[in-house]
């Protein structure tokens, strides 16, 4: 589709910086911008990011995306320094980076540090996530003062840019696109991997398994459905990245009697396929700013159960939030949800029906990317 912004970006060259290439929803988020930035507006638009390697590189080379792999500063700096700075600035004057959109915590410091110092004319900081990297120290606020301008995708993260003191006028709210890949496998054969038949009700959640996900939640009142629902047993699908809190988990669903019944896939390429196999989407985090993962199930046509999250309510919409958004660690109202879904498959087309419109509203990539454009336009400098 033909881009309603009439763009300058022709042949600009475009950093869009990550905080590693392990795969997680930030990084999902800047690949689709990278991509849209170049095919519809041909950008220049390229990936940088720091080590560890993961699965966004091998997105990156097959969607011919050019990406750059950094090493963080020397472990001997904190995660701002001046010497961290200066080497990224090298890096960005090196390639002639003109406009810089970074992600997360530790890519908004250092490239709010080091943009001028690296000829970039525009740094545009994403407050995608929900600000867990801050504490006040000196360095982060003068990194605050000197980004051009804010953009967040979510109330929680306007939240975190005034609290650090950044004038409303400098923050601009931009939802996160959503753009499912085509699956890999089909629904049969996602099942048939797990030795699921077709009447079996399967829900996921995707998410790396970090404690600030609260699967531990989940896994409690999955065993509270478990208990209560009919046979044939339900069976629940942890998708994501594993971390430290892993073999807790792994552990916790032993303790709990259901490890016959919950299956860890790790990180995984075919989401689409996944969700496609699914019958619910679920998501128990205890902090946020707009999960990808929503969105993914809502783009997926699939009914959602989550926790009452600021960004997560933006998403679902107001119409839907009584019967999808439970208490943060309530599992005993998340395994009450689950059941009430499980035994109404009406009202789980229903719902689902209702996401997948208001993706096609307010979540595309296309207007996430024109929101964007419209402010690089907005702030970038002129030539004089």
């Known amino acids: 589709m033909k881009p309603s912004v009439s763009s300058d970006l022709v042949g600009i060259p475009i950093a869009v910086v990550v905080n590693s290439f392990l795969l997680g929803g930030a990084e999902r988020e800047a690949l689709l911008l990278t991509s849209y930035l170049r095919n519809d507006y041909q950008a220049k638009a390229v990936?940088?990011?720091?080590?560890?390697?993961?699965?966004?590189?091998?997105?990156?080379?097959?969607?011919?995306?050019?990406?750059?792999?950094l090493p963080k500063p020397p472990i001997t700096y904190t995660i701002a320094s001046w010497p961290g700075a200066a080497l990224f600035a090298w890096y960005l004057r090196k390639s002639h980076i003109q406009i810089l959109l970074s992600f997360t915590t530790y890519p908004n410091l250092i490239s709010s540090l080091a943009w001028r110092w690296g000829g970039v004319k525009l740094c545009i900081w994403n407050q995608l996530d929900e600000g867990k990297g801050f504490n006040g120290r000196r360095i982060e606020k003068f990194a605050f003062r000197r980004a051009s301008c804010f953009v967040a995708n979510s109330p929680t993260g306007v939240t975190v840019l005034e609290k650090n003191g950044i004038s409303p006028d400098k923050i601009s709210i931009i939802p996160n696109g959503i753009e499912l890949n085509k699956p890999q496998k089909n629904r049969g054969t996602w099942r048939k991997q797990f030795n699921l038949t077709e009447d079996i009700f399967i829900a996921c959640m995707v998410a790396t398994l970090s404690k600030y996900k609260d699967h531990e939640t989940?896994?409690?009142?999955?065993r509270i459905v478990f208990d209560l629902a009919p046979s044939p047993s339900p069976h629940l699908l942890l998708v994501g990245r594993l971390s430290d809190s892993s073999s807790y988990l792994i552990n916790l669903s032993h303790d709990l009697g259901i490890n016959s019944v919950v299956h860890f896939l790790g990180e995984e390429k075919d989401v689409a396929g996944i969700l496609n196999a699914v019958d619910l989407g679920l998501y128990s985090s205890t902090?946020?700013?707009?999960?990808?993962?929503?969105?993914?199930y809502m783009a997926a046509g699939l009914p959602l159960i989550a926790t009452d999250l600021p960004g997560v309510r933006m998403a679902i919409g107001s119409t839907n939030s009584s019967n999808c958004l439970v208490p943060v660690g309530d599992a005993q109202l998340m395994a009450i949800r689950i059941l009430e879904f499980l035994g109404n498959p009406k009202f789980r087309d229903f719902i689902a029906k209702e996401n997948r419109k208001r993706i096609n509203a307010y979540f595309t990539p296309e207007i996430?990317?024109?929101?964007?454009?419209?402010?690089?336009?907005?702030?970038?400098?002129?030539?004089t």
């Open 218 to 222: 989940l896994l409690r009142a999955w």
């Open 368 to 383: 996430m990317t024109e929101k964007m454009v419209r402010l690089i336009l907005e702030n970038l400098p002129r030539e």
């Open 287 to 296: 902090s946020e700013g707009l999960p990808n993962a929503i969105l993914e």
């Open 47 to 69: 990936i940088f990011g720091f080590r560890p390697i993961g699965l966004l590189a091998d997105l990156c080379q097959s969607q011919y995306i050019p990406y750059h792999i």
